[in-house]
C-alpha cells in the first residue's frame, strides 16, 4: 500500500489554505479619522483637560476625561470620536467623558490633536 508522502498539496498542513484569507480581515486597529483627529488641531478648543483612572464594580478600568466646559451635545461628539479613535466603549456622565479600559498613555495625544491646550493626569 502507497502512502501519499506529497506534503505540497496541504494535507499535512491544515492551516496553510486558512493563510490567503488572513489580508480579507477587517483591521483590528482603531480608527483615526481625519475629521475627528486633524493633524494641526484646532486653535479653539477647552484650556485644561484631566485624565484619570478609576476602578468599576468588579475591578473593571475606567479612563475619566473631567474639564472639558463643552455643551452636553458636543460632549457626545467628542465621545464618539474618542471611541473610534481608542476602539473603546464609553458613556457621558454629567460633565466628564468615562471610557472603558486604561487608556491613559494613549489619550492625551488625541486630546491635544482635537484642540486641547494642557492634559494633566490625576
Known amino acids: 500500500m ?3 508522502d ?4 496541504g494535507f499535512h498542513q491544515p492551516f496553510a489554505r486558512l493563510g490567503g484569507l488572513r489580508d480579507a ?12 483627529f486633524p493633524a494641526t488641531p484646532p ?12 476602578s468599576g464594580k ?3 478600568d475606567f ?8 455643551p452636553a451635545a458636543e ?16 458613556s457621558v456622565e454629567g460633565e466628564r467623558l468615562r471610557l ?12 491635544l490633536r482635537r484642540g486641547v491646550k494642557r492634559v494633566v493626569q490625576g
Not at 475619566?64 to 463643552?70: D, I, K, W
Open 43 to 54: 486653535d479653539q478648543g477647552p484650556e485644561r483637560v484631566t485624565v484619570r483612572r478609576e
Open 6 to 9: 506529497d506534503k505540497s498539496k
Open 63 to 70: 479612563t475619566v476625561v473631567e474639564g472639558l466646559g463643552l
Open 58 to 60: 468588579g475591578g473593571e
Open 2 to 4: 502507497a502512502r501519499n
Open 25 to 36: 480581515l477587517p483591521s483590528t486597529k482603531p480608527e483615526l479619522r481625519p475629521e475627528d
Open 75 to 90: 460632549l457626545h461628539v467628542w465621545l464618539q470620536a474618542l471611541q473610534r479613535g481608542l476602539a473603546c466603549t464609553g
Open 100 to 111: 472603558r479600559g486604561d487608556h491613559r498613555f494613549t489619550l492625551p495625544d488625541l486630546l
